[in-house]
């Protein structure tokens, strides 16, 4: 055996004490937004499988028979047939003149903004944005500014101070991911035009769930024109795997040339391709199933506040039960399971300590049953305390 050393077993005790241990659970899809989960089956909450497309046959079909590695990086060899589709479907739907892949969301924003900017550089970084996003602003080398989007004010006196730097970065998620609210893009592309800035947005929850085509909080806010980049994944509502970036042919060139998670990770496999293009074209044939779940969204809303839950404003799929203490959260998602709902606690360090939740995902394999059951569940277990409380 080798010896365990102490900061490592120390290091796990904490996480104990904490009510931090992240259970390595069994997940099998089963039908209708149901899944089988460590022999129990619920009512699964916890996906960001918006429209249902990862567990749809359509789209494994679509993979059949193709090839599942594509053997070289794309600037080697790895750019196959499917892959080139895809990189075309992706600018098409997204209505812009350039595409590029990364091997999944996560390497698309560590990459992207880490080939955008250097050392010389500010970053402008919303203090809610996702981990890649952190990731690669941290990569970059570039000076980072953490802003609260609740106080442009600070922004834009941060930005007039960044005016000597050769360049300057917005960055931010466009549909937040733990609270379920947009970004203020249109106030943030305003900014970015007084004070000469890129504005890069991640797109990971909103593609496929918002906007009247699907193409995210850029297009439901109007912005798409405005924003220098947008980043997408393929692994959420589109149902396959893989991250994308669409931008001008300059830029996306220059990420073509300078994106390292891009450049030296093998492409993204064909038969993935294939099937990221099939969901991609679902989107596009199926609005029916964006608008279910924006009105089983809006429902959920408002059960939460007749139950007097705190409720931030969203119009999407991501729906937080605020409860502050990691222990609440944990007791609360046990007692979820016990009645048949899979709903994942939510802790620190994803988000800030004190703002433990709760985070209900829905999905379009919902029903609107489902949802009237879920929220007639979380107020049986709930304690009555904690809503008022809050
Ligand atoms: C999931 C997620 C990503 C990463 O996407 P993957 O394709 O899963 O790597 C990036 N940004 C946000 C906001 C996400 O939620």
Redesign the pocket.
Known sequence: MHLEPAWLTDGLEALEQGHLIRPRRRVEPLEDGRSRIDGRELVDFST?DYLGFARDSRLADAATGIAAGAGASPLVSGRSPQYCQLEQNIASFEGAPAAVLFP????A?LGTVAALVNRDDVIFSDKDN?A??IDGCRLSGARVQIYQRERLDQLADQLAQASAAPRRLIVT?GLF?MDGILAPLDSLCDLADTHDAMVLV?E??ATGTLGQSGRGASELLGVEERVTLRIG????AVGA???FAVGTTAFIDHLWHHARPQVFSTALPPSTCAAASTGLQLITDEPDRRLHLAALADRFRGHLSQLGLPVPPGPGPIVPVLLAEASTAVEASAALSDRGFFVPAIRPPTVPLGTARLRVSLSALHSQQDIDQLADAIAAVIPMEVRTRA
């Open positions: 960001n999944s969301g996560f390497a924003n996702h890649s996003l998620d991911s991640d990971a929850h994944t393929l692994s959420k795997a893989g991250g």
